[in-house]
């Protein structure tokens, strides 16, 4: 069954299917053809498209259950298909499911795909492409910054996850969340719950959600218990559908990924670590991040630019961007790549490799320049930053990291007159 609506001028097509009650969404929006629906919808799916207009389709992610009528609609209709590159080697073949996952939406035939890149245009509008992998490697999430609209495929689903796939990484959906919650949004448009009038809120409650549900996974983890034990002790009521997949879905799934990232971290240093830090400059003052803790050069306060790890399948611009919307919520502009810096030290008896790319950066509102200091919210603490003259970061006494950023700094060309 297939129902038709509308919200914010984006069309609802709302799909259920009668044996399991699984529900699926699927969009249209200003020509644009978000996702197709499972394949068991099909003949309803016919009849709907018949009285609409689109000029192109752009999908999340591969699963059927979104692409399930794409190799239909590109026999039918003359029209682009966009995909994460990802998901462009999966989806030139045929899909090869479970008998689930083929009971429950169908199949899914083969076809041909362009790559999505960072923004996409519909007929009127400017859309950007936002890599929000975690349920699938091929994710992605659709943003159109002066209505707000956002799309958010599978990634919100519910506040409170309780079972997921197996492949599935609860320290990427985390990291996705944060990347769209940095984002002016109010709406969500998503593909399992529709639409979403207080989706902030409710993407806001599933990141708080994650974040405590890991914490106390890795608490019982830390005092000895097994995974399965973890899992019997937070997850103690059965699924149905862990039966029904013959566990590709299941509890036990979040709390080994949550395992696997926590042992993954423990290890971090025993590789490099790409970052990226944003030089932001008023006159001879440089905007930093001052902290309190102990440190390679020993203990006592040090500076910091602001900026952080780049994420899988990130451009390390699109990282520094987002770094200083979520830790400061501020918007800024890149202004030019600097240099990169690589370092090798030892904190805690433990060796670190950290190659960080430097850009000069600067803020969108002229009117953050009056402003003395700023909070940095980040994993849950609270520091501060502010602006620091040269001449003190050049004093003996001062630690600014990372190791050869001074010298950068008293590289770089004089700032423009407009941020004397």
Not at 49 to 69: M, W
Not at 264 to 274: C, N, T, Y
Not at 361 to 385: H, N, S
Not at 394 to 411: A, C, D
């Amino acid at each position: 069954m297939l129902n038709v609506y509308e919200h914010e001028q984006v069309v609802c097509i709302e799909g259920i299917l009668e044996e399991t009650r699984s529900k699926v969404f699927f969009f249209l929006v200003d020509g644009m053809l978000i996702d197709t629906g499972a394949e068991k919808m099909q003949d309803e799916l016919a009849d709907v498209l018949s009285k609409l207009s689109f000029d192109q389709v752009v999908l999340t992610h591969h699963h059927e259950d979104h692409t399930g009528n794409a190799a239909w609609i590109q026999q039918n209709y003359q029209v682009p298909f966009f995909i994460h590159p990802i998901g462009q080697k999966i989806t030139e073949k045929d899909g090869v499911y479970p008998t689930y996952r083929k009971l429950t939406w169908g199949n899914r035939d083969a076809f041909r795909t362009q790559t999505l890149s960072d923004c996409i245009n519909s007929r009127t509008f400017e859309w950007q492409v936002i890599y929000t992998p975690g349920h699938a490697d091929d994710h992605v999430a659709l943003y159109h910054s002066e209505s707000g609209r956002l799309f958010t495929g599978d990634l919100f689903v519910s506040p409170k996850t309780r079972v997921v796939m197996k492949n599935e990484s609860i320290s990427h959906i985390k990291t996705s969340l944060r990347k769209l919650l940095a984002l002016p949004f109010e709406s969500v448009f998503c593909s399992h719950a529709g639409y979403l009038e207080n989706g902030r809120a409710l993407l806001e409650d599933k990141l708080n959600y994650l974040e405590s549900l890991q914490e106390k996974i890795i608490q019982l983890y830390k005092d000895g218990l097994a995974p399965n034990d973890i899992n019997r002790q937070l997850f103690p009521k059965t699924y149905p559908i862990v039966q029904f997949s013959n566990g590709e879905w299941d509890s036990l799934h979040i709390v080994t990924s949550t395992i696997a990232d926590y042992e993954e971290k423990k290890s971090r240093h025993l590789r490099p670590r790409a970052n990226t830090l944003g030089i932001l400059r008023k006159g001879q003052s440089v905007l930093l991040e001052q902290q309190f803790a102990r440190h390679s050069a020993g203990k006592g306060p040090f500076y910091r630019p602001i900026g952080g790890t780049i994420e899988l399948g990130e451009p390390s611009t699109k990282t520094l961007i987002r770094e200083f919307k979520e830790e400061i919520g501020t918007d800024i502009n890149i202004v030019r790549y600097v240099d990169v810096i690589e370092n090798i030290y030892t904190l805690k008896y433990q060796v670190f490799h950290e190659i960080s790319l430097v850009y000069e950066v600067e803020f969108e509102q002229q009117a953050l320049y009056e402003q003395d200091t700023f909070d940095v919210f980040e994993d849950g603490k609270m520091t501060k930053a502010k602006w620091v003259l040269l001449e003190e970061l050049n004093q003996s006494e001062t630690v600014l990291y990372p190791n050869g950023l001074l010298e950068l700094l008293k590289k770089l060309p004089n700032p423009v007159a407009n941020k004397l």
